[in-house]
C-alpha cells in the first residue's frame, strides 16, 4: 500500500513539473480569434451575402424563394478589444454590416434541413445552405450563403461562439 501511494506520489510530482501545454497560437476560441476567422473566411471564400426579413416573420416557400444575391462577404474588422461584441461586416458593393452580437441571433439552415420531397422537387434545386443573424431590435436579417454546409457549419460555429461570449447572462451559469 505504501509502494502504491509513493508510485502516485512520483506521477502527481512529475505531471506538475510539466506544468501547462501551450495552445498553438490561433488555436484556442477567442473571441479575437473568431473575428480573425471571420475575416479570412470572407476573403478567402466571398460568399453571397444580403438583407432579408426575419426568417421568423417568413414562411418556409418565402425563405426558398429568396434569391441568392450577386453582392459578397469581402471582410471583416480587426478585433477591437474595446467592443468585443461587434462586428463590421465588409460587403462588395462597399457598404459595411455593423454587427452586435449582444442584440443577435444566428442561425443555421442547411440544405439537408429540408425534407426529401421537398428536395426532390421542383423547388430543390433552389434550396441553399444559409445562415441567419438575425437582428433582435430590427426586422431584418443579415443573410449568407455558403458554398455547401461544411463552409457553413465553420461559419456558423465562429459567429455562434461570438454570440455566445457576448451573452450578457453567460455569468449566471445558465
Not at 45 to 74: E, H
Not at 116 to 138: C, H, W
Amino acid at each position: 500500500m505504501a509502494f502504491r501511494i509513493k508510485i502516485f506520489t512520483a506521477i502527481a510530482v512529475w505531471l506538475t513539473a510539466l506544468g501547462p501545454v501551450p495552445v498553438a497560437l490561433g488555436q484556442e476560441q477567442t473571441q479575437e480569434n473568431a473575428v480573425r476567422f471571420l475575416n479570412l473566411f470572407a476573403s478567402q471564400n466571398q460568399l453571397p451575402a444580403g438583407f432579408s426579413t426575419r426568417f421568423d416573420q417568413l414562411g418556409a416557400m418565402q425563405r426558398l424563394q429568396l434569391a441568392v444575391p450577386v453582392t459578397r462577404l469581402v471582410g471583416a474588422s480587426t478585433y477591437d478589444p474595446k467592443e468585443p461584441c461587434v462586428t463590421d461586416i465588409k460587403t462588395s458593393d462597399g457598404k459595411t454590416a455593423y454587427l452586435d452580437w449582444v442584440k443577435s441571433e444566428v442561425y443555421f439552415w442547411p440544405r439537408s434541413g429540408w425534407s426529401e420531397a421537398l428536395l426532390a422537387s421542383d423547388y430543390g434545386p433552389s434550396v441553399k445552405t444559409m445562415i441567419e443573424v438575425r437582428r433582435l431590435n430590427e426586422g431584418f436579417s443579415d443573410v449568407f450563403w455558403p458554398a455547401d454546409e461544411v463552409q457553413g457549419e465553420r461559419l456558423f460555429r465562429a459567429m455562434q461562439f461570438l454570440r455566445n461570449s457576448c451573452d450578457p447572462m453567460k455569468t449566471t451559469g445558465f
